[in-house]
């Protein structure tokens, strides 16, 4: 594995690249407050793991975090440097940054699609971005500048969102999260995104994983976009919480490498 780090707009961006230079490209966005560290994909696939601004190894931007025309380019910089299509993998906020790169490039450099416990739309009302009962009670403190408010709410968001999950995965994503700083934790969700008419549009095979048991986003909102989205497959995790490929690395793992090799035909 190495990392390597792109420019983005003037942004530098970490990259983990993984597996046979040959094999088919996945490009493997995280969620909120997490990092491309997050991932392990397999070994049979060439991975591109970022880092998204603000994020892990990227550097922390002055803004543009409320920005869907930055996530697009951020991601875009991404696709040019992989050079070829690539299924592109999004996991929770991960679907939004998808869904701002469809609204200003479609599907250009990309051979097929994975939401994963995704939003694809965020503010008031919209169902692409309905959340659960975890991330409803944990967030507003999540962003708090106080380490004191910050730090519990931030544990119980990493303990909760997957349950079973051992104790050193859930203390190095508690690090992760602590990394990125309380401004650009808030800010990353005062947006209002309707990706309605971007998910209607999409032209490339889809697939749509969602646990069943996901209280940080609703499983709603992967039905959602699973509907809009022609011919995208709903696959549903009984009893998964929101990291299906944390839980269930063996299923998810194999689901994936299914559907690239089906794409890259």
Not at 134 to 146: I, K, M, N, R, W
Request: charge should be negative; proline fraction near 6%; charged fraction near 20%.
């Amino acid at each position: 594995m190495r990392n390597t780090l792109l420019d983005a707009g003037g942004v530098r961006l970490s990259v983990r690249e993984s597996g046979p230079a040959d094999a088919p490209a996945v490009v493997l966005v995280h969620g909120w407050a997490q990092s491309g560290e997050v991932w392990s994909p397999p070994s049979s696939l060439r991975g591109y793991a970022v880092d998204l601004r603000g994020h892990g190894a990227s550097e922390v931007a002055g803004g543009g975090y409320r920005e869907s025309a930055v996530w697009a380019a951020d991601l875009k910089a991404v696709l040019d440097h992989v050079g070829r299509p690539a299924v592109v993998v999004g996991w929770s906020y991960g679907g939004l940054v998808i869904a701002d790169y469809l609204r200003f490039h479609g599907t250009a450099g990309l051979s097929g699609l994975v939401l994963v416990g995704a939003i694809t739309e965020l503010g008031r009302g919209r169902p692409g971005g309905l959340t659960g009962r975890l991330a409803d009670a944990v967030l507003p403190e999540a962003y708090s500048d106080d380490p004191a408010v910050a730090v519990p709410a931030l544990t119980g968001f990493c303990r909760d969102q997957a349950p079973g999950l051992g104790g050193d995965v859930v203390q190095r994503m508690l690090g992760t999260a602590l990394r990125v700083p309380p401004w650009v934790r808030r800010d990353m969700f005062r947006r209002d995104v309707d990706s309605a008419g971007v998910l209607k549009a999409v032209d490339k095979p889809t697939l749509v994983v969602h646990g069943t048991a996901d209280e940080v986003v609703d499983p709603a909102a992967g039905e959602y976009a699973a509907a809009l989205i022609p011919g995208a497959d709903l696959r549903r995790y009984d009893g998964i919480g929101h990291a299906p490929f944390l839980e269930r690395p063996e299923c998810f793992a194999a689901d994936l490498g299914r559907f690239v090799a089906e794409v890259s035909r």
